[in-house]
């Protein structure tokens, strides 16, 4: 059953292409609505599928074409990639619904097929084991960005933040582009696990690839820092983040919520996947590793403290989740970087919470932001609406993260053991002073919602009434509920997190003789 | 009956109970109706049945701030009503005051997070309540230096003992089993800084004055009276852990030396009643830590006791100096001490009330206050011989007293002045319905006087001369009440009749 995975990425692709077709033939934008309603449950299914067969049975390889490694291109799911995985499909399900609502019907269907490319882009990414595949995949995915974030395009902002965001990120990825070349002229092969085998081990000898043949650690060191730089850009570290607000800002509203748990988690998961299992402990060039380990700490604790300082003082719930996800994604990378088991599985933890509690605030937001607007006093707008009102309670303390029924808490937490196992308790205090400055603009944005205030006249009328939204938010409130209530309760979802996920990023040696064989 | 023994050992069972009446309470229909009024007050005292506590110093906690929440529920719905005109403070400080005693009735580390993080959630927007009401842009700003020097350091002391600890013996291991290592002298000055910050110890002092005098009342005595001790609470946990002693030491006693000197000179000096109740907290819970880094010296347990009943003792007359505080501001819109002095004049059973509050804060027999002087200055003479620093702490402690008489006296004159300044004329009468309350904290005080010379009598002969001479004090009290009382009203009619 592991061809079921690699058809997510294609049946995403196939439909992304159906769907304009189809709104050429057909008028009623319900069907349009069911179409892709129907892909994206469906992929959710493939997703729940594979981390549910990755928990019973180990992690999933599949070869395309049948091709032995390091021929074609393989397929690794495994509890890291799996749950990012579900992660992007579930939150593709939730905006597609809520896309549904908010966006104008006219113009829905290029939405959701362009968040199909996106997703498309970012599963694939996560589990492929083929670099110039990563590579496409991120292409992939930063193009469908740009297309969401200029989706009103009437709009100057929208185009202004689109341009900014496009031009400075190809010009990252075609720097990706020339690190894989230079890998593949070096190492002779672009398969991961045979790179990762290969920079420990440069005398192994791989059918089919040979031995390496050129400098691979000159090669590897430019690649790295290259690969690193990508990496802090796409997730929006300090001083890499300057696109980021302006995309929040201006693209549609699930839009915002899709990229925070797919387009823009790609980057502390790559780095998670190339600099801690490709090029991770052991290699030949492990010094230059380590100092640059190091030097991304300081930069990803650096970044999450000047950017919650930022999340205090702003005026607007977009601009404090722009912010807020900064911060996060500094905290999560840091975690990264730490090189601990913990971290690593934390780091992704964090991008789960994250992506929930961003989908939690923003929708609920955006009930507010269709009636009145989307400043913070717009926000008491939401008392006469129980469940968002709670969602978006909920979505921010689930961001500050300390409860421990909510993920936030766990993610915090291991976060915070992985500080301190890597010697670092000043790290660990970083992490808590960091939730306490977002947690400023937080609770000011809590606050405004409480606050009884004049009422605000409904400049526009709900379309086909609230119902949607508030299922969606429904979803969303039981989903990171229950996972946090069972982080909390049950033993072996803890165990799946801390070693599940995190040996199958820190695992070389498994990741190399899954793909490889033997 | 093996059924009741049963239900009565389940732990859960019982908070969970006890949540239920609470919440069932607060139902907007009987709120603030007898049924409301019962519920909440029932779930508070099933909390004192939570069996498996951790230590005796929990325990004395647990029951202690019970007794003031109990009297704080029957307390808020009036003084909420006065002052803000609606019954919304009502479930917030209730379930600030179930959160912070679900602390102390925590048997295992995920439970106390858990409780602990939700009662500084809570506090958050107890603190900034004045900003969601009125506006009130102070509030805000005090419940953001709260957050960032009282909950975050705290926050990271809770989350490096999880992380050291272990997710799984965090859940499933008593608090005593536990023992995270601690000791790196960084992480050891790390965690004892978090727990310094929420009992407002040197160098995380200053958000307390601002926080504990902006927020409402009720609010303030739970904050001021029951929160700054989870802070010594920590304290305690964290010296039965493995850390670094000399480290531990060293910062314990230079910071609660300072801190009970500055906050008992700043209270000195305040003429806001509230800003001098919070600096006076300061300097109490300093002392307190104070006691305990001795133990840490001596390695022996009295000093626990000492700390614990200090902590009891100032439960009870902060909760109930609060609580009177708030019945003056209803009373006289007014917090100003230049400006009162009256308030005998229309309240002389509150002044009563206050006047044993105050008796307590300096130590006066047979208020708890005594009891926790008494064996304070007892460990701590038995030491003496033994290392300057425990004469040092001695004197630190005496200068301390000292500062309370001044600052209590101080405070004292909000009820009663010598040269009266005219009563103003837009008195809240209904001020007076909130006087029961905080009479009824103050017999229970007086109650526990008698409870702790009981259960400690074994460990301090001291303690058994108190039990002995107890009756007579009481009357004594009594008796001293009385005649107060009389005097006071003799003093209310002689200026009548010259005004008149």
Known sequence: ?518 | MEYVQVLLNSRELILATSIALILLGNIPAIRERVPGYVARVAGFLLLVLIPGSVSPFSRLLLLSGVSVAVFLTLYTPKYSRAKYGSPSLIPLVDLFALSILAVFASSRLIELITFWLVAELLGFFLIAYDYLVKADRGALLAAVKYLLFSMIPTDVSLFVILALTGFSDAVHLQLSEIAPDLTSPLVTVLVLLGFFSKAAVFPFHFWLPDAHSIAPSPASALLSGIMVKMGIYGIYLVESYPLSRDTALATMFLSSCLTAIYGGLQASVQSDIKKLLAYSTMSHTAAMALLLSLYILSGDSVFIDAAAIYAVAHVFFKSSLFMDSGFIEILTGERNLGKLGYVYLYAPAESLVAMVSVLSMFGMPPAVGFLAKVVTFVSISYYLKYSWLYVLALLVISVKVALSVVYSVKYFRAHIEVEVKSGSAGLDRKAVELIPYMAGLVAVSIGFTFAIGTVYEGFYSELKVVREVFPVLAIALLMFVLLAFYLLELLRRTRESGEG
């Open chain 1, 1 to 518: 059953m592991e061809w079921v995975v690699a058809a997510q990425p294609i049946l995403l692709i196939l439909s992304s292409a159906a769907l304009p077709l189809l709104s050429a033939f057909v008028r009623r934008t319900s069907v349009i609505d069911l179409v892709a309603a129907a892909t994206s449950a469906i992929s959710l299914a493939i997703s729940v599928y594979a981390l549910v067969a990755v928990a019973r049975f180990g992690t999933l390889v599949y070869r395309f074409g049948g091709f032995p490694p390091p021929l074609g291109i393989v397929y690794v799911v495994d509890e890291a990639s799996a749950t990012l995985g579900l992660l992007a499909t579930f939150s593709l399900l939730l905006s597609v619904a809520y896309g549904s609502w908010i966006l104008e019907p006219a113009s829905r269907y290029l939405f959701y097929a362009t968040a199909f490319l996106l997703v498309a882009g970012c599963t694939s990414l996560f589990y492929t084991a083929d670099l110039f595949n990563l590579y496409v995949s991120a292409e992939l995915t930063s193009i469908s960005a740009y297309v969401l974030t200029s989706f009103y395009r009437s709009r100057g902002a929208a185009i202004r933040a689109a341009s900014i965001y496009a031009l400075s990120a190809s010009l990252v990825l075609s720097l990706l582009l020339l690190s894989v070349f230079m890998l593949y002229g070096s190492y002779g092969t672009l398969n991961m696990a045979d790179l990762a085998l290969k920079s420990r081990n440069p005398g192994a000898w791989v059918p089919l690839s040979g031995t390496v043949f050129g400098d691979i650690v000159l090669a590897s060191k430019v690649s790295l820092a290259i690969i690193a730089w990508l990496m802090i850009f796409k997730s929006a570290i300090v001083p890499n983040h300057f696109w980021l607000p302006g995309v929040y800002m201006e693209a549609p509203t699930p839009a915002v919520a899709l990229f925070t748990a797919s387009a823009d988690i790609i980057g502390v998961y790559g780095a998670a996947r190339l600099l801690i299992t490709v090029f991770g402990a052991g290699t030949v060039f492990d010094g230059y590793r380590r100092m640059l380990l190091d030097v991304l700490l300081v930069i990803a604790a650096a970044s999450a403290l000047i950017s919650s300082t930022l999340v205090t003082s702003q005026e607007s719930v977009r601009r404090i989740v722009a912010y807020s996800t900064i911060a996060q994604y500094s905290l999560a990378f840091a975690g990264v970087v730490s090189g601990t088991l913990e971290g690593v599985a934390g780091a992704m933890l964090h991008l789960v919470a994250n992506g929930l509690g961003d989908a939690l605030v923003l929708y609920s937001a955006g009930i507010a932001a269709v009636a009145c607007g989307r400043s913070l006093t717009c926000l008491s707008y939401l008392r006469g609406y129980r469940v968002a009102h709670l969602a978006l309670i909920v979505g921010f303390l689930n961001l500050f993260g300390i409860i421990p029924l909510l993920p936030g808490f766990w993610s915090k937490a291991l976060l915070t053991l992985a500080m301190v196992k890597a010697g670092r308790p000043l790290g660990a205090a970083l992490v808590l002073a960091v939730s306490g400055l977002c947690a400023i603009g937080y609770f000011r944005a809590v606050a405004s919602s409480l606050k009884p205030s004049p009422m605000v006249v409904r400049s526009k009328g709900y379309r086909g009434g609230t119902v949607l939204p508030i299922a969606v938010l429904l979803v969303l409130l039981v989903a990171t509920i229950s996972l946090g209530v069972l982080l909390l309760v049950s033993d072996s979802i803890r165990s799946f997190v801390v070693e599940g996920i995190g040996n199958s990023v820190e695992d070389y040696e498994r990741y190399i003789r899954l793909v490889l064989g033997s």
